[in-house]
Nanobody, 123 residues
Framework: QVQLVESGGGLVQAGGSLRLSCAVS????????MGWFRQAPGKEREFVAG????????YYADSVKGRFTISRDNAKNTVYLQMNSLKPEDTAIYYC????????????????WGQGTQVAVSS
């Protein structure tokens, strides 16, 4: 069983930064690709960023490319999302997710999910 716990959300002004963390339990963290998703009120859950098992390849949604950075520390069983130049439209609940295999951009393809952490960006 893989359990994920996000942290680091909060309220920030536009242009500010936040760093989200996702701590993963279990000895198989390094064999899972990881993804960050977000869901705003009334909207579907959308892909934000993904990272391969080694961390050597990353993927981003166009809306966050150049502003967000995903990384992982396999020794600490943790994946991070550094968010810079935040915009009000980044406001959402952010979830981390894990799966075995390739990084996917559909939430449906991920088996393991955290409970989410709220990010609010004021204008």
């Amino acid at each position: 069983q893989v359990q994920l716990v996000e942290s680091g959300g909060g309220l920030v002004q536009a242009g500010g930064s936040l760093r989200l963390s996702c701590a993963v339990s279990g000895r198989t963290f390094s064999s899972h690709v990881m993804g960050w998703f977000r869901q705003a009120p009334g909207k579907e859950r959308e892909f934000v960023a993904g990272i391969t098992t080694s961390g050597g390849t990353t993927y981003y949604a166009d809306s966050v490319k150049g502003r967000f950075t995903i990384s992982r520390d396999n020794a600490k069983n943790t994946v991070y999302l550094q968010m810079n130049s935040l915009k009000p439209e980044d406001t959402a609940i952010y979830y981390c997710a894990a799966r075995v295999g390739l990084v996917k951009t559909r939430a449906f393809d991920y088996i393991y999910w955290g409970q989410g952490t709220q990010v609010a960006v004021s204008s």
